[in-house]
Protein backbone atom coordinates (compact mmCIF):
# COMPACT_ATOMS: atom_id res chain seq x y z
CA UNK A 1 0.00 0.00 0.00
CA UNK A 2 1.68 3.43 -1.12
CA UNK A 3 1.38 5.23 2.22
CA UNK A 4 0.63 9.33 1.70
CA UNK A 5 3.12 11.45 2.68
CA UNK A 6 3.52 12.66 6.88
CA UNK A 7 1.63 16.04 6.49
CA UNK A 8 -0.26 16.49 9.78
CA UNK A 9 -3.47 16.97 7.13
CA UNK A 10 -3.18 13.27 6.95
CA UNK A 11 -2.87 12.57 10.23
CA UNK A 12 -5.33 9.24 11.24
CA UNK A 13 -6.46 9.15 7.66
CA UNK A 14 -5.89 4.86 8.02
CA UNK A 15 -8.06 3.06 9.79
CA UNK A 16 -7.05 -0.36 10.83
CA UNK A 17 -9.78 -2.56 9.87
CA UNK A 18 -8.56 -6.21 10.18
CA UNK A 19 -10.66 -6.81 13.12
CA UNK A 20 -13.52 -5.39 11.19
CA UNK A 21 -16.64 -8.15 11.19
CA UNK A 22 -16.65 -10.78 8.53
CA UNK A 23 -17.84 -14.27 8.52
CA UNK A 24 -16.80 -15.58 11.94
CA UNK A 25 -15.52 -14.03 15.31
CA UNK A 26 -11.78 -13.57 14.71
CA UNK A 27 -9.77 -15.49 17.06
CA UNK A 28 -7.96 -14.38 20.15
CA UNK A 29 -4.35 -15.40 18.49
CA UNK A 30 -5.11 -13.60 15.34
CA UNK A 31 -6.64 -10.78 17.42
CA UNK A 32 -3.47 -10.07 19.72
CA UNK A 33 -1.58 -10.14 16.85
CA UNK A 34 -3.43 -7.67 15.02
CA UNK A 35 -3.14 -5.73 18.48
CA UNK A 36 0.00 -5.90 18.67
CA UNK A 37 1.19 -4.84 14.62
CA UNK A 38 -1.08 -2.06 15.19
CA UNK A 39 0.65 -0.63 18.04
CA UNK A 40 3.54 -1.27 16.33
CA UNK A 41 2.97 1.03 13.24
CA UNK A 42 1.39 3.86 16.09
CA UNK A 43 5.11 3.71 17.41
CA UNK A 44 6.62 3.53 14.01
CA UNK A 45 7.99 6.28 11.52
CA UNK A 46 4.37 6.67 10.01
CA UNK A 47 2.48 6.56 13.30
CA UNK A 48 1.05 9.41 12.80
CA UNK A 49 -1.31 8.17 9.84
CA UNK A 50 -2.69 5.33 11.64
CA UNK A 51 -6.41 6.19 12.46
CA UNK A 52 -8.75 4.27 15.30
CA UNK A 53 -8.80 0.28 15.59
CA UNK A 54 -12.02 -0.58 13.85
CA UNK A 55 -13.28 -3.45 16.41
CA UNK A 56 -16.74 -4.86 16.32
CA UNK A 57 -18.86 -4.61 19.65
CA UNK A 58 -18.97 -7.92 19.99
CA UNK A 59 -15.28 -7.77 20.51
CA UNK A 60 -14.56 -5.04 22.60
CA UNK A 61 -14.30 -6.56 25.97
CA UNK A 62 -11.29 -9.24 24.37
CA UNK A 63 -9.93 -6.07 22.98
CA UNK A 64 -9.87 -4.53 25.98
CA UNK A 65 -8.34 -7.42 27.74
CA UNK A 66 -5.29 -7.76 25.37
CA UNK A 67 -4.67 -4.20 25.55
CA UNK A 68 -4.30 -4.45 28.58
CA UNK A 69 -2.36 -7.75 28.87
CA UNK A 70 0.44 -5.86 26.78
CA UNK A 71 0.38 -2.38 28.67
CA UNK A 72 -0.33 -0.38 26.09
CA UNK A 73 -3.43 1.30 26.53
CA UNK A 74 -5.37 3.34 26.08
CA UNK A 75 -6.36 2.72 22.37
CA UNK A 76 -8.69 4.53 20.14
CA UNK A 77 -11.22 2.78 18.29
CA UNK A 78 -14.01 2.98 16.45
CA UNK A 79 -17.12 0.36 17.25
CA UNK A 80 -18.94 -1.21 14.92
CA UNK A 81 -22.42 -1.98 15.58
CA UNK A 82 -23.36 -5.47 14.84
CA UNK A 83 -27.02 -4.40 16.08
CA UNK A 84 -27.51 -1.69 13.80
CA UNK A 85 -28.98 1.63 15.89
CA UNK A 86 -29.56 -0.79 19.47
CA UNK A 87 -26.14 -1.27 19.48
CA UNK A 88 -25.32 2.04 19.64
CA UNK A 89 -27.21 2.87 22.49
CA UNK A 90 -25.46 -0.49 24.28
CA UNK A 91 -22.30 1.56 23.70
CA UNK A 92 -23.41 4.86 25.24
CA UNK A 93 -23.75 2.52 28.75
CA UNK A 94 -20.11 0.84 28.43
CA UNK A 95 -16.86 1.69 29.29
CA UNK A 96 -13.34 0.14 29.46
CA UNK A 97 -9.99 0.65 30.89
CA UNK A 98 -8.04 0.65 27.78
CA UNK A 99 -10.25 1.56 25.12
CA UNK A 100 -11.16 5.07 23.76
CA UNK A 101 -14.29 5.00 22.15
CA UNK A 102 -13.80 8.10 19.38
CA UNK A 103 -16.35 6.63 16.31
CA UNK A 104 -18.98 4.23 15.93
CA UNK A 105 -19.98 2.75 12.77
CA UNK A 106 -23.91 1.67 12.20
CA UNK A 107 -25.02 0.21 8.71
CA UNK A 108 -28.18 0.85 7.29
CA UNK A 109 -30.12 -1.88 7.36
CA UNK A 110 -33.54 -1.61 6.45
CA UNK A 111 -33.27 -1.39 2.95
CA UNK A 112 -37.58 -0.53 2.31
CA UNK A 113 -36.81 3.20 4.81
CA UNK A 114 -33.28 3.80 4.94
CA UNK A 115 -34.08 7.05 5.93
CA UNK A 116 -36.55 6.49 8.69
CA UNK A 117 -33.64 4.49 9.66
CA UNK A 118 -31.03 6.85 9.36
CA UNK A 119 -33.05 8.85 11.93
CA UNK A 120 -33.00 6.04 14.20
CA UNK A 121 -29.31 5.69 14.02
CA UNK A 122 -29.39 9.62 14.58
CA UNK A 123 -31.08 8.98 18.05
CA UNK A 124 -29.75 6.62 19.20
CA UNK A 125 -26.11 8.43 18.53
CA UNK A 126 -27.16 10.99 20.73
CA UNK A 127 -26.21 9.09 23.99
CA UNK A 128 -22.45 9.08 22.80
CA UNK A 129 -21.62 12.15 23.16
CA UNK A 130 -20.17 14.86 21.07
CA UNK A 131 -16.51 13.12 20.98
CA UNK A 132 -17.64 9.90 19.46
CA UNK A 133 -18.05 10.27 15.64
CA UNK A 134 -20.94 8.12 14.29
CA UNK A 135 -20.39 6.78 10.49
CA UNK A 136 -23.38 5.54 9.01
CA UNK A 137 -23.17 3.56 6.70
CA UNK A 138 -25.02 4.21 3.12
CA UNK A 139 -27.06 0.88 1.57
CA UNK A 140 -26.38 -0.24 -1.88
CA UNK A 141 -30.17 0.13 -2.53
CA UNK A 142 -32.81 2.39 -3.90
CA UNK A 143 -33.11 5.64 -1.35
CA UNK A 144 -29.57 5.82 -0.28
CA UNK A 145 -29.72 9.55 -1.41
CA UNK A 146 -32.27 10.24 1.33
CA UNK A 147 -30.53 8.47 3.48
CA UNK A 148 -27.28 10.53 2.90
CA UNK A 149 -29.17 13.91 3.49
CA UNK A 150 -31.05 12.43 6.57
CA UNK A 151 -27.11 11.95 8.09
CA UNK A 152 -26.26 15.09 7.37
CA UNK A 153 -29.09 16.79 8.44
CA UNK A 154 -28.54 15.13 11.65
CA UNK A 155 -25.37 15.85 12.12
CA UNK A 156 -23.84 12.76 11.34
CA UNK A 157 -21.16 11.34 9.16
CA UNK A 158 -21.45 8.47 6.61
CA UNK A 159 -19.44 5.37 5.51
CA UNK A 160 -19.29 4.54 1.82
CA UNK A 161 -18.79 0.31 1.51
CA UNK A 162 -19.74 0.38 -2.31
CA UNK A 163 -17.24 -0.47 -4.53
CA UNK A 164 -16.68 0.97 -7.60
CA UNK A 165 -18.98 3.38 -9.61
CA UNK A 166 -21.90 3.11 -7.20
CA UNK A 167 -19.05 4.29 -4.29
CA UNK A 168 -17.84 7.23 -6.52
CA UNK A 169 -21.59 8.31 -7.17
CA UNK A 170 -22.08 8.16 -3.36
CA UNK A 171 -18.62 10.32 -2.34
CA UNK A 172 -20.00 12.77 -5.13
CA UNK A 173 -23.30 12.76 -3.34
CA UNK A 174 -21.60 13.83 -0.07
CA UNK A 175 -18.84 15.86 -1.19
CA UNK A 176 -22.35 18.41 -2.85
CA UNK A 177 -23.97 17.74 0.68
CA UNK A 178 -20.41 18.65 2.48
CA UNK A 179 -20.94 15.64 4.71
CA UNK A 180 -18.30 13.80 5.93
CA UNK A 181 -17.35 10.14 5.84
CA UNK A 182 -15.09 7.70 5.71
CA UNK A 183 -14.39 5.18 2.63
CA UNK A 184 -14.76 1.17 4.35
CA UNK A 185 -14.71 -0.39 1.06
CA UNK A 186 -11.35 -1.69 2.22
CA UNK A 187 -10.41 -2.57 -1.79
CA UNK A 188 -9.98 0.85 -2.59
CA UNK A 189 -5.90 1.96 -2.68
CA UNK A 190 -5.73 5.01 -0.16
CA UNK A 191 -3.85 7.08 -2.89
CA UNK A 192 -6.92 6.34 -5.17
CA UNK A 193 -9.36 7.35 -2.80
CA UNK A 194 -7.47 10.50 -1.87
CA UNK A 195 -7.16 11.48 -5.62
CA UNK A 196 -11.31 10.92 -6.21
CA UNK A 197 -12.13 13.11 -3.45
CA UNK A 198 -10.23 15.71 -4.30
CA UNK A 199 -11.40 15.90 -8.26
CA UNK A 200 -14.86 15.65 -6.66
CA UNK A 201 -14.10 18.43 -4.71
CA UNK A 202 -12.70 20.50 -7.33
CA UNK A 203 -15.05 19.37 -9.88
CA UNK A 204 -11.99 18.26 -12.42
CA UNK A 205 -10.56 14.83 -13.46
CA UNK A 206 -9.02 12.57 -10.68
CA UNK A 207 -4.84 13.04 -11.03
CA UNK A 208 -3.18 9.87 -10.08
CA UNK A 209 -1.05 9.93 -6.75
CA UNK A 210 -1.43 12.13 -3.18
CA UNK A 211 -2.70 15.64 -3.63
CA UNK A 212 -0.54 18.16 -2.59
CA UNK A 213 0.09 19.94 1.05
CA UNK A 214 -2.22 22.90 -0.05
CA UNK A 215 -5.10 20.20 -1.47
CA UNK A 216 -4.92 18.03 1.68
CA UNK A 217 -7.02 19.90 4.30
CA UNK A 218 -9.74 20.59 1.46
CA UNK A 219 -9.51 16.76 0.90
CA UNK A 220 -9.89 16.23 4.66
CA UNK A 221 -12.70 18.04 5.44
CA UNK A 222 -14.88 15.72 3.65
CA UNK A 223 -12.38 12.34 4.13
CA UNK A 224 -12.33 11.00 7.34
CA UNK A 225 -10.95 8.01 6.66
CA UNK A 226 -10.55 4.69 4.90
CA UNK A 227 -10.61 1.27 6.26
CA UNK A 228 -7.02 -0.89 5.50
CA UNK A 229 -6.72 -4.52 5.89
Known amino acids: MTT ?3 ESAWAKLLFDARLAPSDGRTQAEEAERVVTE ?3 ALQGDTGNL ?3 LVVPDTDLGRIDRIVSGLGVGPLEVCVVSTTGAGGLVALADRSYENLTVV ?3 SVLRDLDDPAGNAQRVAAAARGLGDEVTVYTGLPDAPGWESAAET ?3 EGLAAAVSAPGALGVTQMSFLVELDCPF ?3 DTTAAPVDVAATVLALVEQTAPVPGWPGADEAPRVRRR ?3 I ?3
Open 4 to 6: PPL
Open 38 to 40: YVE
Open 50 to 52: SGP
Open 103 to 105: AAH
Open 151 to 153: VEM
Open 182 to 184: VVS
Open 223 to 225: LHG
Open 227 to 229: WTV
